[in-house]
C-alpha cells in the first residue's frame, strides 16, 4: 500500500506543505524521486539507505523492490535534505516494516548514513505553517526543537535519530514535548558604542535621532577619522528594541539563512549589517541557488551600514534602488519570484574624495578634477533621491576631543526615539506601516499638511529644480518625525526648515 507522510518547503519565509508518498512494489530493484527534486533531494536515496540499514532494517537497495518516491505538489522545486526522513519513514511505512498514523504530523530531518538527525534550517517558518494549518506535531531533528518550540500551539517533538523517531512514532517510546519559554532568550540589549563617547558632533547626533524616530536613510560624508564609522556603530544604542513580532520576523530570516546560534533561537536585538564594499549583488540582495537572503534583508528592521558609500560597484548601488523604495526585495528565480522583507534604515558612509582631504582647510587634496567628479558621481542620481538626511562630519576641534565622558547620552535619545515611535504606532495602527519614512502618497497627504508659508518654501526648491518630486515627499516625511520627535500634531515651519536643511545640498 502507498504510504503518504507530510513534510513542507520553504518560499521565501513562508513555508509550504509537502506531501511525500510512497510507492513501494515486487521487482527489479530501483528507487526513484519525482516531483521536482533537486541534487540534494536526489541524493536522499543514498542517505536513506543506509540510514535505514544502520536503524536495524533491511535497505531497499539490498532487497528487489522497486520504490517510487513522490513530492506533491509536482510544480514546486524541493530543494535540501530536509526530505531525508520523511522519506526514510514513508518507505517503512509503504513497506509494512513500520506501523503509525501520519496524519496531523509534519516530519523534517537530514539523515547522516548512521541513521543520525542532522539540524535544518527555517524551523520558525515550518512551525508557523504547521499551527496555521491545523497540524498537531512537528517532528524534527532535537537540535531544532527549541527553536520550533518559540511558535505555540503545534507540539514540537525533537528526535536524536531514525531510530528514535520510529520508537516514538510506533507509540514504543515516549517523548516529552518541547517546552520553549520564549522569556528566557529575550536578551538584555547591550550596546557597545554609545553616542557619549563621540564627542561634538551635535548636529551629526540630531541627525541620527531623526533617522532612528522615523526610519529615514541618511548619508555621513567627512574626512577620514571624523567619526563617521563611530557615528554609525551608535545607531544602534537609540533605537527601540524590536517587538515580539518583529523580533519572530527577523529570527525567521536568520533561521533560514542558517545564521540562528541554537542556543540562542530567539533574535530582539535589531540587526546591524555592514556589508563590505567589495561585496556582489548577490550578497547585497540576495539570490543565489538556492536562494539566499542577502545583505538588505538580514538588515530588515535593523541598519544597513554601507562604509566607503562610493567604492560599492556602481550595479550593487543601482539593485538597491527598488528594496529602498518598497522595503522588499522580490528575487527571480526559475519558475517562481521569491520575496522578502528589506526594510531598514540606510546608513552610508563617505569620504568628501577618494584622498579625504577636499575642503579641508589644513591638508592639500592631491585627487584630480575627474577623479572627483568619478568619485562624486556615485553620489547623485537616482539612489541618493532616496537619502533624506544628509550630514557633514567634520573634524572635531581639540578642546572638544579632550573633554570628559558625557555618560549614557543615547539613553535620554532612545527614550524619546521610542516615545516618537508610539505616536506613529498609534497614527499607523490601521495601516500596514510602523515608521514615517514607510508612508505611501495617500497618507503624505493625509498626515503631512503644511502651512502656507512652508509651502512658499518648497515650491521655491521645487520650481528651482534643487528638490525632485520624490524629494519633495521625502522631505515633508522627515518634516513629521521632526514634529513628532516634539510631539506636535501639527509640522510647523520651523519643523519643515529643519527637514530641508538635511535634504539640500549646495555643491
Ligand atoms: N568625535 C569623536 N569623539 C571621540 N573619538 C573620535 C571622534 N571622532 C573620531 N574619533 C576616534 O577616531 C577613530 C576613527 O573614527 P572613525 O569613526 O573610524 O572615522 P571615519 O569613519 O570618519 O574615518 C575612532 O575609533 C575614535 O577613536
Ligand atoms: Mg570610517
Known amino acids: 500500500m502507498p504510504s503518504k507522510v507530510f513534510s513542507a518547503a520553504l518560499l521565501g519565509l513562508e513555508a509550504k506543505i509537502i506531501e511525500v508518498e510512497v510507492d513501494c512494489s515486487y521487482g527489479l530493484r530501483c528507487f526513484n524521486i519525482v516531483g521536482l527534486p533537486d541534487q540534494a533531494v536526489q541524493e536522499a536515496r543514498e542517505r536513506v539507505g543506509a540510514a535505514i540499514e544502520s536503524s536495524g532494517f533491511q535497505s531497499p537497495h539490498h532487497q528487489p523492490v522497486r520504490v517510487l518516491v513522490s513530492l506533491a505538489p509536482a510544480d514546486l522545486k524541493k530543494e535540501g535534505s530536509i526530505y531525508d526522513l520523511p522519506i526514510a519513514l514513508g518507505y517503512l511505512l509503504a513497506a509494512e516494516k513500520i506501523k503509525f498514523d501520519p496524519s496531523g504530523k509534519i516530519i523534517l530531518g537530514e539523515l547522516a548514513l548512521d541513521g543520525r538527525l542532522r539540524p535544518i534550517k527555517g524551523v520558525i517558518s515550518f512551525a508557523t505553517l504547521g499551527q496555521e494549518k491545523g497540524f498537531s506535531q512537528l517532528i524534527l531533528p532535537k537540535e531544532n526543537a527549541i527553536e520550533a518550540g518559540l511558535i505555540k500551539g503545534i507540539k514540537v517533538f525533537g528526535v536524536e535519530n531514525l531510530k528514535e523517531a520510529i520508537d516514538y512514532l510506533e507509540g514504543k517510546k515516549e517523548i516529552l514535548a ?58 544602534p544604542s537609540i533605537l527601540p528594541p524590536l517587538s515580539f513580532g518583529e523580533s519572530l520576523e527577523v529570527t525567521k530570516i536568520y533561521s533560514i539563512a542558517g545564521l540562528l546560534p541554537q542556543e540562542k533561537p530567539l533574535i530582539n536585538l535589531r540587526p546591524f549589517r555592514s556589508p563590505h564594499h567589495t561585496s556582489s549583488e548577490v550578497a547585497l540582495i540576495g539570490g543565489g541557488n538556492p536562494p539566499r537572503p542577502g545583505e538588505i534583508t538580514l538588515a530588515h528592521r535593523g541598519v544597513l551600514f554601507m562604509d566607503e558609500f562610493p567604492e560599492f560597484h556602481r550595479d550593487v548601488l543601482e539593485s538597491l534602488r ?43 587634496c592631491q585627487c584630480t578634477n575627474s577623479q572627483i567628479r568619478m568619485y562624486r558621481r556615485k553620489l547623485s542620481g537616482p539612489l541618493m533621491d532616496r537619502v533624506d538626511l544628509f550630514i557633514d562630519v567634520p573634524q572635531v576641534k581639540y578642546e572638544k576631543l579632550a573633554s570628559g565622558d558625557e555618560e549614557n547620552c543615547s539613553v535620554k535619545i532612545r ?93
Open 178 to 235: 518541547q517546552e520553549t519559554k520564549i522569556e528566557d532568550f529575550f536578551q538584555i540589549p547591550n550596546y557597545p558604542i554609545d553616542l557619549g563617547y563621540i564627542k561634538g558632533q551635535e548636529s551629526s547626533k540630531r541627525a541620527l535621532e531623526i533617522a532612528a524616530a522615523g526610519g529615514h536613510n541618511l548619508l555621513m560624508m567627512g574626512p577620514p577619522g571624523a567619526g563617521k564609522t563611530l557615528l554609525a556603530k551608535a545607531i
Open 322 to 364: 527598488q528594496p529602498i523604495e518598497e522595503g522588499k526585495i522580490t528575487v527571480l528565480r526559475a519558475k517562481h519570484s521569491l520575496t522578502l522583507p528589506a526594510s531598514f534604515i540606510l546608513v552610508a558612509a563617505s569620504n568628501p574624495c577618494p584622498c579625504g582631504n577636499l575642503g579641508d582647510p589644513e591638508k592639500k
Open 415 to 507: 527614550e524619546r526615539v521610542e516615545k516618537t515611535r508610539e505616536i506613529q504606532k498609534e497614527r499607523f495602527k490601521n495601516e500596514k506601516i510602523l515608521v514615517n519614512s514607510e508612508m505611501e502618497i495617500p497618507q503624505i497627504k493625509k498626515y503631512c499638511q503644511v502651512d502656507l508659508k512652508s509651502q512658499d518654501l518648497l515650491r521655491k526648491y521645487v520650481n528651482s529644480g534643487k528638490l525632485s518630486a520624490r524629494g519633495y515627499h521625502r522631505v515633508l516625511k522627515v518634516a513629521r518625525t521632526v514634529a513628532d520627535l516634539e510631539n506636535s500634531e501639527k509640522i510647523s515651519f520651523n519643523h519643515l526648515a529643519e527637514a530641508l536643511m538635511y535634504r539640500i545640498r549646495e555643491d
